[in-house]
């Protein structure tokens, strides 16, 4: 079935390091996918997006690369800062519009003062 | 910035009890969703809802479940007998073109 999840539940890191968190998917089919950042108590938070054809896209302090022979995603935060500690979802849905979106596992990040 | 709002933001109910949650999604949007999340665990979608109907349901969402927008502003969702198990956070979603915005979520907490 449909699959998508991250490599590892937790991660720390020192502030101002960079960090990279992992997502792997399985459904070859995918074709959108979003990093969204979860604070405590709240809601996902979109962070960035990457589309099929693309195998990097940046934004500020964050980068998203898309491998889809191996059909793996990660998320490149730089120079983080505590505001950045967060649990991290990987998502992503079959086409751009409207689809459902399904979630990873999440990544739990806390940066280290 | 425009957002999505939930309430309530906690809801403690009894068990075999219903639950409305409500929601106000984007006042632009047109496809709405909600998911739950289970303490600890990730987001699991429940429904997509277009046009004043259901478009897409998982297997989470079964007769006990079901969504309305009742005055084209406030989006629903009602657990007509709740069970432990539905303890969660509650998110309604919306979408314009293509990105979802997330609401803060509804803690329900059956007992």
């Known amino acids: 079935g449909e699959n998508v999840g991250l490599h590892l539940p937790t991660l720390s890191v020192q502030e101002g390091d960079n960090s990279i968190i992992n997502c792997a998917y399985s459904n070859s089919a995918s074709d959108y996918f979003i990093w969204y950042k979860q604070e405590s108590g709240k809601g996902p938070q979109f962070i960035i997006d990457?589309?099929?054809?693309?195998d990097k896209r940046q934004g500020q302090r964050v980068t998203v690369l898309l491998n889809k022979t191996v059909k793996h995603l990660s998320l490149q935060i730089a120079a983080t800062q505590p505001g950045d500690s967060a649990v991290y979802f990987c998502?992503?849905?079959?086409?751009?519009?409207?689809?459902?979106?399904?979630f990873g596992t999440g990544t739990r990040l806390t940066i280290i003062p | 910035e425009p957002e999505v709002t939930q309430t309530p933001s906690h809801q403690v109910t009894q068990m075999g009890q219903e639950v409305i949650l409500r929601c106000v999604p984007i006042?632009?949007?047109?496809?709405f969703y909600w998911y739950r999340q289970i303490l600890g665990q990730k987001v699991e979608f429940l429904v997509s809802?277009?046009?004043?109907?259901?478009?897409?349901k998982s297997e989470i969402f079964d007769d006990q479940f079901s969504v309305e927008r009742p005055d084209g502003s406030n989006f629903t969702l009602k657990i007509r007998s709740t069970k432990l198990e539905d303890s969660a956070m509650y998110f309604c979603a919306s979408v314009g073109r293509s990105e979802a915005f997330f609401g803060q979520g509804t803690r329900l907490t059956v007992v």
């Open positions: 006042s632009n949007h047109l496809y």
């Open positions: 998502a992503e849905k079959k086409n751009f519009g409207n689809e459902k979106l399904t």
């Open positions: 990457i589309r099929s054809n693309m």
């Open positions: 809802f277009y046009n004043n109907e259901i478009s897409e």
